[in-house]
């Protein structure tokens, strides 16, 4: 039943990700924890020249910068610069009584080739009236378009014609049609501002060879880049996070130096990955991301290098699939992602029914990051244990995890444990 559960689930979604379509059968699927394999996993303070980090320095000198490179070279492929000169932002509209006066809503494009029209990226700004300025925010990118997370008919609806989520669905019909993952209201009303943005404006996703969206930017930068190396479509996504950023920097009543970058499942990958590159962001979460984000590699659980590389082999660089089978070469594994975004908040987040994902594996993960995050004087994962806890029972420190009853999807009560997050560890 499970295994048919991810079977369909790999089927539907590959099947609207991908223009050519890929028929893989998911025979490798274990869910099974008596089969999870035995597995070391790589020590995140040890260095490649075979010396162990003894102090933050040596981490934030040498074993950081080597850690965060080989995730670029051999799995999510390297993080682009920025053309400064090219990257412009404009306000296209303000509502200063949204929700019944709580909030201010803005729309605001971000150019990444200015002049030129495109690629761009659209965000919905909204920001509590009644907090005190400037406040902390989260970015989320969405699904389907800024007017799918909320019913206020102000915002605009999403005029992206690649992007396979909307295609012939992004009208009036979708308002809305996501809020109940975005609860911007109750976000409002606790001190934050909630920015959002269709992750298609970044990149479409699917494999086009790397060609439209911001990929588009990215060839006369990589000319030094091994092209298995090459930025993938997960890069480039965290890529237009951190652009996202540097629009929000210019927003006076948002406190860029405390702004969350949160996702949802391959955006949940993304989140990882953005904070992993990106220091300025000052707490990640991830939302069910499973394998390529928050789930170990090496444990045999869930979706597998194989199995992500077929449905989707735009998100990595082709250094990837060449793990396919010999996971323990892997220079690194996925604990390591996390502990990229030390000492930063971190909240790791499951589902108990989203088995795919492999919530054991995403636990150990955030668990396995502590070393770094006590190295660095943090508390790091705080008392919890060697073993997932029960259901609904957050656990952890400055690392976060919980495991909340039900799907794959990012709920209320997933919100509810971010704020608190966040009120701990995002305040002034
Ligand atoms: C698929 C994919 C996952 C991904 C998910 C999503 O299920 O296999 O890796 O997290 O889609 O983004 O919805």
Redesign the pocket.
């Known amino acids: 039943m499970k295994l048919l559960h991810s079977v369909l ?2 089927a539907c ?1 590959c099947a609207a990700a991908l223009a050519a379509p890929v028929l893989f059968a998911d025979e490798e699927t274990n869910y099974d924890e008596a089969l999870a394999g035995s597995y070391t996993l790589p020590d995140p303070l040890a260095c490649a020249d075979g010396t162990r980090v003894a102090a933050p320095e040596e981490w934030f000198g040498k074993r950081r910068p080597e850690l965060l490179e080989q995730f670029q070279t051999e799995m999510y492929g390297v993080m682009p610069g920025v053309n400064r000169e090219r990257l412009a932002f404009e306000t296209l509209r303000e509502n200063p009584v949204a929700l019944d006066g709580k909030a201010a809503f803005k729309e605001m494009r971000v150019y990444f080739d200015a002049p030129n029209p495109a690629p761009k990226l659209d965000l919905l700004i909204c920001i509590p009236n009644r907090a005190e300025k400037p406040v902390p925010a989260f970015l989320i990118p969405n699904f389907q378009g800024n007017h799918t997370v909320c019913s206020d008919p102000w915002i605009s609806i999403s005029d992206n014609t690649e992007a396979i989520h909307t295609r012939n669905v992004n009208g009036e019909e979708r308002r809305g049609y996501k809020k109940d993952r975005y609860p911007i209201e109750t976000i409002i009303d606790r001190g934050y501002a909630f920015v959002t943005g269709f992750y298609e404006d970044i990149d479409p996703d699917f494999d086009d060879g790397r060609q439209n969206g911001v990929h588009s930017l990215f060839a006369a930068m990589e000319q030094d880049v091994p092209e298995e190396s090459r930025a993938a479509t997960i890069t480039a996504w965290a890529w237009g996070l951190s652009r996202a950023l540097d629009a929000l920097e210019t927003v006076p009543e948002i406190d860029s130096s405390r702004v969350a970058v949160a996702g ?6 993304t989140a990882l990955w953005a904070g992993a590159n990106d220091p300025r962001f000052a707490l990640v979460i991830s939302n ?6 928050a789930a170990l590699t090496r444990r045999n659980f869930g ?1 597998t290098i194989n ?2 590389t077929h ?2 082999p735009h998100w990595f660089c082709p250094r990837y699939k060449t793990y396919i089978g010999r996971t323990d070469e892997l220079p690194f594994d996925q604990h390591e992602l996390i502990a990229l975004i030390a000492p930063r908040p971190v909240y790791v987040a499951s589902a108990s029914e989203d088995l ?2 492999d919530p054991t594996g995403e636990f150990l993960s955030a668990r396995n990051a502590d070393p770094v995050y006590r190295l660095l004087g943090t508390e790091g994962i705080g008392g919890a244990g060697d073993t997932p806890p029960e259901a609904d029972t957050p656990v952890g420190a400055i690392i976060h995890y919980h495991r909340r009853t039900g799907k ?1 999807n990012i709920t209320e009560y997933d919100w509810a444990q971010y704020l608190d997050f966040a009120d701990r560890y995002m305040t002034n």
Request: charged share 20%; aromatic share 8%.
């Open positions: 689930r790999t979604l949802h499942s391959r955006l949940g990958k069910d991301s499973g394998c390529g984000g979706e199995t992500i449905g989707f795919w994902a794959h």
